[in-house]
């Protein structure tokens, strides 16, 4: 049973330009959350996508947004880059419900670096 | 506003000794709370979660937690340190309001001693 997978692994951009993150949940998970882990800090929560639609945002900018697919799987796409968005973004899956009642499982992580 | 406070950005014990790993929380009302740990390039695991059963949590790889209210604590012990517990450690907080947001703390880099 394949856990989160994310892609790609690595990335580097240059500033102003656009990237897009990619995320396939867990199997049977239905729901999707994006965090942004810079260096020595931890995971800050930047949006959850359920039914195919944004259910909680934190405090990111618009030059993030996301999607969700029919099969589940998430974009998260940053628009106008800038340096302080280098950072490890994490996605990560839970069945519905709240983060109390179900486990958030986390994929690896998209090292972006931009220059 | 709900954040988590860890108490030391490295903490460095012996193998076979006790970790003890600190986290303070705040909260306008019942909290959630966890304790994640992130083995270098891999992503998060739960290491285990507290949501108002008992006090003392029991977690996976003989780690536990205990929810002391009155300090608003919730520190991560573990008895006997084994090399493979070197790791990241973060102890996180939510609550009923957010329900799918997860506050992180800035994480306790464990490291162990031969």
């Known amino acids: 049973d394949a856990g989160v997978t994310q892609s790609p692994t690595h990335l580097i951009k240059t500033r102003g330009q656009q990237v897009t993150l990619r995320c396939s949940p867990k199997?049977?998970?239905?729901?999707v959350s994006w965090y942004q882990q810079a260096l020595g800090q931890g995971p800050q929560f930047i949006f959850q996508y359920y039914e195919e639609e944004e259910r909680q945002r934190g405090n990111f900018p618009d030059r993030f947004s996301g999607h969700q697919f029919p099969n589940y799987s998430s974009e998260l796409n940053v628009n106008a880059l800038l340096l302080g968005d280098s950072a490890l973004y994490l996605c990560?899956?839970?069945?519905?419900?709240?983060?109390?009642?179900?486990?958030?499982?986390f994929g690896a992580g998209t090292r972006l670096s931009v220059l | 506003a709900q954040s988590v406070t860890q108490l030391g950005s490295h903490v460095s014990v012996s193998e076979g000794a006790l970790v003890l790993l600190r986290c303070n929380y705040s909260s306008s009302v019942p909290p959630y709370l966890f304790w994640y740990v992130q083995y270098p390039n891999q992503g998060l695991q739960l290491l285990l979660k507290y949501t108002s059963a008992a006090t003392l949590v029991k977690g996976i790889n003989g780690f536990e937690a205990e929810f002391k209210k009155s300090e608003t604590s919730f520190h991560l012990t573990k008895p006997s340190a084994h090399m493979s517990d070197a790791a990241e450690y973060f102890c996180a907080v939510s609550d009923w309001s957010s329900a799918s947001k997860i506050i992180f703390g800035s994480g306790t880099r464990l490291s162990i001693r031969p």
């Open positions: 990560a899956s839970s069945l519905g419900g709240t983060v109390q009642q179900n486990i958030q499982y």
């Open positions: 199997s049977g998970h239905d729901t």
